[in-house]
């Protein structure tokens, strides 16, 4: 592959840095909910589109990139390499979804005003880019030389996976962070913000402020995240390429995403259950990898599967007004929706056989004789045990019920029963003399 090829995709992405920096971003403001899904779709349609290049690349071997080899020593086609970038950078952004849970406790325990917060995210991404594009290739480097190094990743994104699904976010307490104990040890850092800047003066020392430190802070978390999702990428492509241009491509949206996403994230609490799936497949599928290998347009189906079902559940079974996502973990998330799942499903079978039964009641009904009646009462009686408006339907009928009931019993006992003669009406006696007036 040549060098040509590296060089034109880097300053591609330098170009759009700048441009984003001194153009669209001169200024620091804060950045609004549509602004951000705008900027959003546009990395979204930029990522995609350049799969459509990587097709044409690989399919005609432009600057010699299909000199790459696959996993069973075959050339990549355009079509096996476009898939295999795709569902990267599918992974990528995916996993990205913890770092912006991680940026918004941090911004939220540092207070860094939502105008600078870009800025930030900004040289966060492009630190991020840097520190990727080394572990990417000290990554390739020792698959290439230790082909057992693919157990070590699988094993790792096994672990990672377990460990995510048992563990529960509590409340972050930043001062104790490794990152943040070390810089205010040996860097001199101020107490206060110097609007976006990173160092100030005071009483002429230099001082890196609170802004610098929140930089480190989010630099060291894209690093552990990295620890998980570089070799979640192995794992769908070999090709140093494709590796970085997929994370490039994830990492560049992620900012966008974060303020889209930052503050609505936690209505979607099935997406890291979904996540913890996603990692525990990619981990099995680099370890069965010497003895079955699982095609990329199977991983990717499962990929997006599994994604897309996050976000159902999410929707089916929203998390409650007061919870918070810090409070549980994704195996209670996921005990929590399979119990709200099993009710759901309860009620669609109670309505289905419910109305069932009242459809049979109507030709039944038509036939002469009482049968239909029975048989829309049992109806009734199956959508009542869950269903309130059955309930007052099935109540209704058993109130008329018992007035028709009583109302027949009097009806009788006053068949049965003469009617009481009346009493005789005493006649008034005349007055007597002495009562006359004289």
Same mark, same amino acid.
């Given at each position: ?23 669209? #971003? ?10 951000s ?9 930029l /990522? ?10 690989y ?9 790459q ?29 913890? #770092? ?24 966060? $991404?492009?630190?991020?880019? +840097? ?13 290439t030389?230790?082909?057992w ?22 409340s ?16 001199? +850092? ?6 976006e800047?990173f160092?100030?003066?005071? #009483? ?13 802070? +989010?630099?060291?978390t ?11 990428i ?12 997929? #994370? ?11 303020f ?5 994230l ?35 189906? +499962?990929?997006?599967?599994?994604? /897309? ?7 089916? $079974? ?15 998330d ?5 119990e ?80 009481a ?13 002495e009562?006359?007036?004289?």
């Amino acid at each position: 592959m040549t060098v040509w090829l590296w060089i034109g995709f880097l300053a591609f992405i330098l170009v759009m840095l700048m441009l984003d920096l001194l153009v669209v #971003n001169r200024k620091a403001h804060t950045v609004k909910a549509t602004e951000s899904l705008v900027w959003t779709g546009v990395c979204v349609v930029l /990522a995609l589109s350049f799969s459509v290049a990587v097709y044409f690349m690989y399919e005609h071997n432009l600057f010699g990139v299909a000199e790459q080899r696959g996993a069973g020593g075959e050339l990549l086609s355009g079509k096996a390499a476009a898939m295999q970038y795709v569902t990267g950078w599918m992974v990528e952004y995916a996993l990205s979804l913890d #770092n912006i849970m991680i940026f918004a406790i941090v911004f939220s325990y540092f207070q860094v005003r939502p105008e600078y917060q870009h800025r930030v995210l900004f040289w966060g $991404v492009f630190g991020a880019l +840097v520190m990727r594009g080394i572990m990417i290739a000290a990554g390739a480097a020792l698959l290439t030389k230790f082909h057992w190094m693919i157990y070590v990743f699988g094993v790792i994104l096994l672990i990672t996976a377990a460990k995510l699904l048992v563990t529960r976010e509590e409340s972050t307490d930043l001062s104790r962070n490794l990152i943040v104990r070390l810089t205010r040890r040996f860097l001199p +850092v101020s107490h206060s913000f110097d609007g976006e800047r990173f160092f100030t003066v005071e #009483n002429g020392r230099r001082l890196a402020t609170p802004m610098f430190v929140v930089l480190l802070v +989010v630099e060291f978390t894209d690093v552990i995240f990295a620890v998980d999702s570089i070799p979640a990428i192995f794992a769908i492509t070999r090709d140093p390429f494709l590796v970085f241009t997929s #994370n490039v491509f994830a990492i560049m949206g992620l900012r966008s995403l974060y303020f889209a996403l930052s503050s609505v994230l936690h209505h979607f609490r099935y997406v890291k259950t979904s996540l913890v799936f996603v990692l525990a497949f990619i981990g099995v599928k680099m370890i069965i990898e010497p003895w079955y290998q699982i095609n990329t347009g199977a991983s990717l189906a +499962v990929v997006g599967g599994l994604l /897309a079902t996050g976000l159902l559940a999410s929707l089916m $079974v929203p998390a409650p007004p007061e919870a918070s996502p810090h409070e549980t973990a994704p195996l209670d998330d996921l005990a929590d929706f399979a119990e709200k799942a099993w009710k759901r499903m309860r009620r669609v079978v109670i309505l289905v056989i419910g109305v069932t039964l009242l459809l049979i009641a109507i030709p039944i009904a038509i036939i002469p004789g009482p049968g239909g009646i029975p048989v829309a009462i049992l109806g009734l009686a199956v959508l009542a045990t869950e269903f309130i408006w059955a309930r007052k339907i099935l109540k209704k009928m058993k109130t008329k019920a018992e007035d028709l009931r009583d109302a027949a019993k009097r009806m009788v006992g006053m068949k049965q029963t003469k009617p009481a003669e009346p009493p005789a009406t005493p006649t008034p006696e005349p007055p007597s003399r002495e009562d006359e007036p004289r």
